[in-house]
């Protein structure tokens, strides 16, 4: 799933591989869908929202990395309070 940024959303499969030193092993799947749903601190829906979605990368000391390339899509949740 990608909007502006093609190198953006692979996903990985965390503890359904084992490998052994030296093994080198690459696995890719792509996403059906995600669903976005917003809520404020009272879980009321925040509807017609507009947010920007990043690939999430982090330096050394734990910062978040914000970057124009990270960039993947502008959204918005709609009169439902969602988007898919």
């Known amino acids: 799933?990608?909007?502006?940024?093609?190198?953006?959303?692979?996903?990985?499969?965390?503890?359904k591989v084992t490998l052994s030193c030296g093994q080198t092993f690459t696995l890719t799947n792509i996403l059906s869908g995600v669903k976005f749903i917003l809520?404020?601190?009272?879980?009321?829906l925040l509807k017609n929202r507009k947010f920007?979605?990043?690939s999430q990368r982090i330096d050394t000391d734990g910062s978040p990395i914000r970057?124009?390339?990270d960039f993947i899509a502008s959204?918005?949740?709609?009169?439902?309070?969602?988007?898919?």
């Open 75 to 84: 959204l918005d949740s709609s009169m439902e309070g969602e988007i898919t």
């Open 39 to 44: 809520r404020d601190n009272d879980k009321n």
């Open 67 to 69: 970057e124009k390339e």
């Open 52 to 54: 920007s979605l990043y």
């Open 1 to 15: 799933m990608w909007d502006k940024n093609n190198n953006a959303g692979a996903f990985y499969f965390y503890n």
